[in-house]
């Protein structure tokens, strides 16, 4: 009998990736479950799509918590209590503390709109643009305590163009994003990953090796 995995999802805005897992799950490509979406923000745009589809809401408000950590207990206690199993960070803008990683060991992940290790934090794309980068992209990884810093589970490239904007750039990594996303979560819900070291290691999902790729191209060489 096919189990599917329960997940809880971490948001606070928008919510578009929360709709490509919703949307993946639904089709049937994605082996889970939302049990619950939490946010920090009340008026986050992504509670409105998870209700929409039927999904257990709940708001928590930093604001109301003296410290960062007795507010992930509060988060923990939700999760635990819908029997959550992976967390999926999905535009939360916060930094989580020890509190929730403990709870989760290598059971939290983060997208990240840059190919790290390269421009982690805030405005990631704004920081390929302006470091003149002729690749950015994105990354599924998992969360530790540093921000940013944990293991890679995959990660999508885009090419960086002399005409791009910040909101162009983005646009682009942003239909990455929808991708790489629900394929990092079913490979966890199929039990396809392990971590030796800090280096993940998938056991299906492998692509055709790529020699190189250019940006721009080649001409003659």
């Given amino acids: 009998m096919k189990r599917n995995l329960p997940i809880g999802v971490l948001v606070s805005g928008s919510g578009s990736n929360l709709q490509s ?15 619950i979406v939490i946010s920090n923000n009340p008026v986050a745009y992504a509670l409105k799509r998870a209700r929409q589809h039927k999904i257990k809401t709940a708001i928590i408000k930093h604001n ?30 916060r930094v989580i503390s020890s509190v929730l990683i403990k709870a989760y060991p290598n059971k939290i992940v983060n997208i990240h709109p840059a190919l790290l290790p390269s421009f982690p934090g ?30 890679i589970i ?19 990594i942003l239909k990455e994003e929808h991708r790489i996303y ?21 056991s299906e999902g492998k692509c055709d090796k790529l020699i190189s790729i250019h940006n721009p191209c080649l001409s003659g060489f």
Wanted: aromatic share 6%; charged share 30%; net charge negative.
């Fill in 64 to 93: 109301d918590f003296e410290t960062r950590e007795s507010f992930d207990r509060e988060i923990v206690g939700i999760l635990k209590s819908c029997g959550v199993e992976l967390v999926v960070m999905a535009g939360f803008m």
């Fill in 154 to 172: 995959i990660q999508a490239i885009v090419p960086v163009y002399e005409e791009d904007t910040e909101e162009t750039l983005s646009a682009r």
């Fill in 21 to 35: 897992i919703i949307d993946n799950i639904e089709s049937g490509n994605l082996e889970a479950e939302i049990r």
């Fill in 122 to 151: 805030m405005h990631a794309q704004r920081q390929a643009l302006e470091y003149g980068v002729k690749f950015s992209g994105c990354t599924v990884h998992f969360v530790d305590e540093n921000v940013d810093s944990g293991p």
């Fill in 182 to 202: 629900p394929q990092a979560i079913q490979f966890l819900a199929k039990n396809k990953i392990r971590i030796e070291n800090r280096k993940v290691i998938i």
